[in-house]
């Protein structure tokens, strides 16, 4: 009965994207799955995209869509924002990378430290995958311990440390939560040197890193749960870990690839709990590839290779390009007090609105979310860590997202989403519209 509702809505969904279909399948004979990275892809098949303005996009045919992925929330400013297309255009005249240093090196390392609690100094990567990567490192090199831990369930990107227990299988979970493989293969040594912890359980976090506080180096964590439609862990939680790595001599890192956009100076600034070490990304490259990683001096001066040899070596041609920089700082400069007031304030709103329709058509539901990060699940308890995600219902999870994208709204897949400054209440209301539109079908 309801996945009949499922296909009513792909048949929909088949006849509006005849073209992304076809090059879908073009895409398919030249990359494993006809794509490039996993959150590109959806089922049936991806919209392909033909451009982007404001917080618009449009397919390859003619479908307009109200953007809520804005690459995966990176677009803070919407797309093709004017300022940054015409620094872009300037720079690119100019030149688009250098073996040198340019001074918006500078410029935008000073936004980052002077608005970020836990950063003294920064360093500038390609991606969150890099940045999460070397904080690490460097959190090894600190502490002379090679252990980390994570948390089951979280994402940091797709280095080996981090790309344990990330979606484990039910079949694999343990009951002392022990780490899973992320593919056939990975080798044994990776999984002795990582330690899984639950979300939201400080007894268990807390005995499980006085177990291992000998061989420690870190526990890395995000303080808005991304993959869990942007749930954020209860203070006292973070707070917990907080004095227990500190009590331990194990350093903690913040991944706020996502969470940065909550506040100037990100998660910890909102939540008041401030990480050693901070690793970024989206938001501080306006568009551009990017990632940075920083926090206390004594910490960060490892990377220091100005008297001789660095205790670790950083490298990469495209670190701190001019193109990505100034982007970066063009973002960085509309994005005032002012500017994360009013987006979190809509975020609020949308949050609300979403409840009341839900509640109206007495569809039980958990909007989560903080700041201007929302994520709707079909499920009656708040979610409090991964075993708890497997309780949502995943058929009306693809429902609402496949209609949402038969009626001109594009969420990630997770139907979670990200508001950017070009958001009016007035797209909230659509949004919301649309939204109970859709729900009313697939009830
Ligand atoms: C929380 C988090 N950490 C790290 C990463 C990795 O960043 P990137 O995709 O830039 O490598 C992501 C990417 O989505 C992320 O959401």
Not at 59 to 83: Q, R
Not at 86 to 96: F, H, I, P, V
Not at 168 to 197: K, S
Not at 220 to 232: A, D, L, N
């Amino acid at each position: 009965m309801e996945s009949n509702k499922l296909n009513i809505e792909i048949d929909r969904y088949l006849s509006n994207t005849k073209k992304s279909r076809i090059l879908q399948e073009k895409a398919s004979k030249y990359l494993p799955g006809g794509s490039t990275r996993e959150a590109q892809y959806f089922d049936p098949y991806p919209i392909f995209i033909d451009y982007g303005k404001g917080h618009y996009i449009y397919d390859v045919d003619g479908n307009e869509y109200l953007d809520f992925v804005i690459n995966a929330t990176s677009l803070i400013l919407g797309h093709s924002h004017p300022g940054i297309v015409e620094r872009l255009k300037y720079q690119a005249s100019k030149g688009t990378a250098f073996s040198g240093p340019v001074e918006d090196l500078i410029n935008l390392s000073e936004v980052l430290c002077e608005r970020i609690p836990s950063l003294d100094t920064v360093r500038f990567t390609n991606s969150g995958t890099e940045a999460t990567l070397l904080a690490i490192r460097a959190a090894r090199a600190f502490t002379k311990k090679n252990k980390i831990a994570k948390f089951e369930g979280g994402y940091h990107g797709a280095h080996e440390s981090v790309a344990i227990s990330v979606n484990p299988a039910v079949n694999d979970l343990t009951d002392d939560i022990d780490p899973v493989r992320g593919y056939i293969g990975q080798p044994e040594g990776i999984l002795n040197d990582v330690v899984i912890l639950p979300f939201n359980n400080l007894d268990v976090c807390e005995s499980k890193l006085r177990e291992y506080k000998d061989s420690l180096a870190c526990v890395i964590m995000e303080p808005v749960i991304s993959s869990f439609g942007y749930t954020p862990l209860d203070l006292d939680f973070l707070t917990g870990i907080r004095n227990i790595t500190e009590e331990l001599g194990i350093l903690l890192v913040f991944d706020e690839v996502q969470s940065l956009r909550i506040s100037s100076g990100g998660a910890q600034q909102h939540f008041g709990v401030i990480p050693d070490l901070t690793a970024m990304g989206k938001i501080i490259g306006g568009g551009l590839p990017v990632g940075a990683f920083g926090g206390r001096e004594e910490i960060m001066s490892l990377y220091d290779q100005s008297e001789g040899k660095a205790v670790i070596p950083h490298s990469g041609t495209f670190n701190g390009n001019p193109m990505t920089l100034v982007a970066g700082l063009e973002t960085m400069k509309h994005l005032t007090p002012d500017t994360y007031n009013s987006l979190n304030n809509l975020g609020e709103t949308l949050r609300q609105k979403l409840r009341a329709v839900f509640s109206e058509l007495e569809i039980p539901v958990i909007i989560s979310g903080i700041g201007s990060l929302f994520g709707i699940h079909f499920r009656n308890e708040p979610i409090k860590d991964y075993r708890s995600t497997f309780e949502s219902d995943k058929l009306m999870r693809r429902m609402l997202f496949t209609g949402l994208l038969n009626e001109g709204v594009l969420l990630q897949g997770q139907t979670a989403g990200a508001l950017n400054v070009l958001t009016e209440e007035n797209d909230i209301d659509n949004f919301v519209r649309l939204t109970r539109e859709v729900l009313v079908r697939i009830k």
